[in-house]
C-alpha cells in the first residue's frame, strides 16, 4: 500500500470538501435561521410545559381543599343529624 504525500491528501480533501458545497442545498444564513427558529420552538414547548405543571398543581391543589372540605361537610351533616336525632 502506497502512502499519500501530504499535497496529495491536501487535493482529495479539497476535492471532497468542493463536492460537499456543491451538493449543499441551503445557505449559511439560511442554515442559520432555521437553527434559530428549532431554538424558539423548543423554548416555546418548555414554557408552555411549565405552564402545564403548575396548573395540574394548582388544580390538583384545589381538588385537595375540596375533598377535604366536602368530607368536612359531610361529617358535620353526619353529627347534626345523629346528635338531633
Known amino acids: 500500500m502506497t502512502q499519500l504525500s501530504s499535497g496529495e491528501i ?12 456543491k451538493r449543499r442545498t441551503l445557505d449559511v ?6 437553527h434559530e427558529y428549532i431554538s424558539s420552538l ?10 402545564q405543571e403548575q396548573w395540574i398543581r ?10 377535604i372540605t366536602a368530607m368536612a361537610a359531610a361529617g358535620w351533616e ?8
Open 10 to 21: 491536501a487535493e482529495i480533501a479539497e476535492a471532497v470538501t468542493s463536492h460537499l458545497e
Open 29 to 34: 444564513e439560511t442554515h442559520r435561521k432555521h
Open 42 to 51: 423548543i423554548k416555546e414547548k418548555e414554557t408552555r410545559k411549565g405552564r
Open 58 to 67: 394548582v388544580v390538583g391543589g384545589w381538588g385537595i381543599i375540596l375533598a
Open 78 to 85: 353526619y353529627l347534626k343529624h345523629r346528635l338531633n336525632g
